[in-house]
């Protein structure tokens, strides 16, 4: 199944794949730490939201 991107920053994404469900976060290089704290913030809420959605994600 294709993956669904929910966000991307520079050159971090944020991907759900329905088949799991899951959602997987990428970077393809190096950043600061605060950065990489927002991306895991915005990961969060997206696995909330999800989960609110769907009921199961990420088992």
């Not at 920053?9 to 290089?29: A, K």
């Amino acid at each position: 199944m294709e993956k669904i991107r929910l966000h991307e920053l520079g050159t971090s994404t944020i991907d759900f794949d329905p088949s799991v469900p899951c959602l997987i976060h990428s970077m393809s290089q190096f950043v600061m730490s605060t950065e990489f704290r927002v991306q895991m913030n915005i990961g969060l809420n997206l696995l909330i939201d999800k989960k609110n959605e769907l009921g199961k994600i990420s088992w």
